[in-house]
């Protein structure tokens, strides 16, 4: 199956509509939320939220012996939250600091929780198989009633984000002017990480453990290097998002043993690299380029300081040199020459050149002088 | 116990060993989640071995997993550096995008190779026993105790020759830089050998557990410590712990060694966490308690001390006055009367000397901005001592 194909059988195909659906739905909400965790720092802590998620589907599973996905979610999203505030209790309450709690939440939760796996495993009577999808997720698996759980949750989050946007937004640039402005900002804080909580425990079954935390950064990184303005990063990083889950499904739709999560991973990881590569303004190459335009300026400006110099000693400042006046001299080149003529800055005649009044004004001008124009 | 199961727990406990020696300096240089990057990671690296060899535990692969290793610090750092995003987001971009490629040359080729994603992830130290070391006609045991064995005593040996360096430069790398060590070089030599580290680690206990073996000793040594050695110590002692006693959980719960080993990690750690003196949650609890009682306390005697009118000094006004919930005005009373800083007749409350002393002492540091000398008037007025 090709592209072309994929995209004509997506809105006939069941399977196949449900599935882009939810990782279309799964990718915009991750990265609407993602984009507060990477403004705030604390881009890792959806990894350690994922892998904290494990012994909940564990224990849920040997509580309620079902593999009804909103039970396991459940479990998860009560593991995930207290993964979350154990890592929180860590870095106020030791002097461990937060990147040490996050690895000690993720590999601590994740062993117990591979623990209690093949612990169930080895029960005679459980019907366990499926709980390892959870591990590397398994988006052939969503069905119908999953997408609209994503489309609830996903509708929920927004009118939350949408209530509490101006509090969102000025507790994630200034949480101390947040404080004394009187809001509550623990419970801001909290409110925010549940949904990140949320959205990561709805992702497990798409993406899986391992995998999530690309998900939640990889579409805001990339939306950051476009804007400089939080709704339209947090716009963008959910189109982001929502693209890299449809072009990830329909590219490993295309081939056998083509894992949907870790393309879906890759294409996201492609729009960073895009995002970096291109973003005008805070990309590496708009960057480049900038600094190259630097560059020559500079060049042009030391040259037309240098003619300054010597034409400041001529009572006619139009008084022409010869090249050869050049010859100690490095900053120029025939092509800054040239740009200089160009500019109406210097004229030309047979190996001579003079400075114009625009090009004299303009040198003296260049350190911020303000000598009045003749 | 067989021969099998003693080996089994002595890998465990080489590889908790080698795994806490650099851990200790990731937890020291807040680089804890670095370890998470690498042992994702490295997962090309092996695959492509793997590819190229056909045997899971040539040498080749620890090299190109190494390899992988250094790439995603050398990776990370360039992301950093562009100033595009922060640190911990490069660290999150790059590992998944790695350990995605992994996955996908495993699932690829999946039919003719005998890689199991999860034993990626999961590792498993029970068959490590039955792959042998063997030249003609002896047998040296398993490989794994070779590999960790080897790691180890370069560990070991390492750090016995670069201590001062590595102490200096963790804790104080102006003064490396100062003193003529390059604590750049230092830093990618520690990356190299934790690269190296969770390689030889990944193959028994699997890739997020070398994560645990590597920060969890030394996170619970660090609450119990404060001396460089006696951390390191610590930390491989509860690695070794943690390594024998979570194979026995595994052992009679009949599931996965390394979980079992990282759980047992997680309750020792939980422990601490709990009642370390000094800086567990408990004492960190207790003390703020008591400091927020002793602040109370002082509030209390200086109202006292402003207001010498009996009509302002009754039980109840006071109550009002200052505002408290009723169960601190009573703790606080309490503490008051006990330490004889206060008299009650009928319901009205009144300094004593001490009371006195100790208010006027403390306006006049509070006054004169000394607000830490209230601190040794503690001492001084055998204050919860009562």
């Known amino acids: 199956m090709n592209l072309p194909e994929y995209f004509s059988l997506v809105f006939t195909d069941y399977t196949l509509r449900t599935i882009t659906l939810g990782t279309a739905l799964l990718g915009a909400i991750c990265g609407m939320l993602g984009s507060f965790a990477v403004l705030r720092k604390q881009s890792l802590l959806g990894d350690a939220i994922s892998h904290a998620a494990l012994p909940g589907i564990a224990l849920a599973f040997i509580l309620f012996q079902s593999k009804d996905s909103s039970v396991l979610l459940t479990g998860a999203l009560v593991s995930g939250l207290a993964g979350t505030f154990w890592i929180r209790s860590i870095t106020q309450n030791t002097r461990l600091k937060s990147d040490t709690a996050l690895g000690l939440v993720l590999s601590l939760f994740f062993g117990f929780g591979m623990l209690l796996l093949t612990f169930i495993q080895k029960q005679p009577n459980a019907n366990q198989a499926g709980l390892e999808k959870y591990l590397f997720g398994q988006a052939a698996t969503l069905v119908a009633s999953d997408v609209w759980l994503m489309a609830g949750v996903t509708g929920v989050s927004f009118c939350v984000m949408s209530i509490f946007w101006k509090e969102f937004k000025v507790l994630l640039f200034d949480p101390e002017y947040t404080l004394t402005l009187g809001f509550n900002t623990k419970f801001i804080d909290i409110l925010m990480t549940s949904f990140m909580v949320l959205a990561i425990v709805l992702g497990l079954q798409t993406v899986g453990v391992v995998l999530m935390s690309a998900m939640l950064l990889a579409p805001a990184a990339a939306a950051r290097q476009w804007t400089d303005r939080l709704w339209v990063m947090v716009t963008l990083a959910a189109v982001f998002g929502a693209l890299s889950g449809i072009l990830g499904t329909a590219i490993s739709a295309g081939y056998d043993n083509l894992s949907t999560g870790p393309v879906i991973v890759l294409v996201a990881a492609v729009f960073v690299f895009l995002s970096f590569v291109f973003a005008p303004r805070r990309g590496l190459l708009a960057r480049r380029i900038g600094f190259i335009r630097n560059r020559n300026d500079l060049h042009l400006h030391k040259t037309l300081s240098f003619m300054y110099e010597i034409a400041k000693s001529h009572e006619d400042h139009s008084h022409p040199h010869s090249l050869r006046l050049f010859n100690e001299f490095r900053g120029f080149s025939k092509k800054s020459l040239r740009k200089l003529e160009v500019q109406g800055w210097i004229t030309f005649d047979s190996r001579q050149w003079s400075l114009t009044d625009e090009g004299f004004h303009k040198a003296a001008n260049l350190y911020n002088q303000n000598v009045e124009k003749p | ?386």
């Open chain 2, 1 to 386: 116990m067989t021969q099998a199961q003693f080996e089994i727990q002595l890998i465990a406990m080489l590889v908790a060993m080698a795994c806490a020696i650099p851990g200790t300096f990731l937890v020291l240089r807040k680089m804890a989640m670095i370890s998470d990057a690498i042992s994702h990671s490295i997962l090309p690296g092996i695959v492509i071995g793997f590819f190229v060899t056909q045997d899971i535990s040539s040498p080749l692969l620890v090299v190109l997993a190494a390899l992988c290793g250094v790439l995603t610090v050398m990776l990370v750092e360039w992301i950093q550096k562009t100033g595009l995003v922060k640190e911990d987001t490069a660290i999150g971009l790059v590992f998944p995008a790695l350990f995605s490629i992994g996955v996908i040359m495993i699932a690829r080729n999946a039919n003719d190779v005998h890689l199991d994603v999860d034993a990626v992830l999961l590792g498993e130290l029970a068959f490590a026993p039955f792959d042998r070391f063997i030249i003609g006609e002896y047998d040296l045991g398993p490989k794994a105790l070779w590999v960790i064995g080897s790691i180890l005593t370069l560990s070991v040996t390492l750090l016995g020759l670069f201590f001062k360096e590595l102490k200096i430069s963790t804790f104080d790398p102006q003064l490396a830089t100062a003193l003529g060590f390059s604590p750049l070089l230092i830093h990618h030599g520690l990356m190299t050998l934790a690269s190296v580290t969770t390689v030889g680690a990944f193959d028994a206990v699997g890739a997020v557990l070398v994560v645990g073996l590597m920060i969890a000793p030394p996170a619970t040594a660090y609450l119990l410590t404060d001396d460089l050695k006696k951390m390191l110590g610590l930390a491989v002692c509860f690695g070794a712990f943690s390594a024998i006693a979570g194979y026995w959980l595994a052992h009679f719960l009949d599931a996965s060694i390394a979980g079992a080993i990282t759980t047992v990690l997680g309750f020792v750690f939980f422990t601490v966490f709990l009642i370390a003196p000094g800086k567990g949650w408990l004492s960190v609890w207790h003390r703020r308690r008591r400091q927020r009682l002793e602040v109370s306390l002082l509030t209390f005697l200086l109202h006292l001390h402003n207001h010498k009118d009996v009509e302002e000094r009754k039980v109840g006004h006071l109550r009002e006055h200052i505002n408290w919930q009723k169960v601190r005005a009573k703790s606080v009373l309490s503490l008051a009367l006990n330490n004889n800083m206060v008299t009650i007749e009928g319901d009205v409350v009144s300094l004593t000397s001490k009371g006195w002393k100790f208010a006027n002492e403390a306006i006049e540091h509070i006054s004169s901005d000394k607000t830490t000398a209230i601190e040794s008037m503690k001492d001084e007025f055998f204050l919860f001592r009562a």
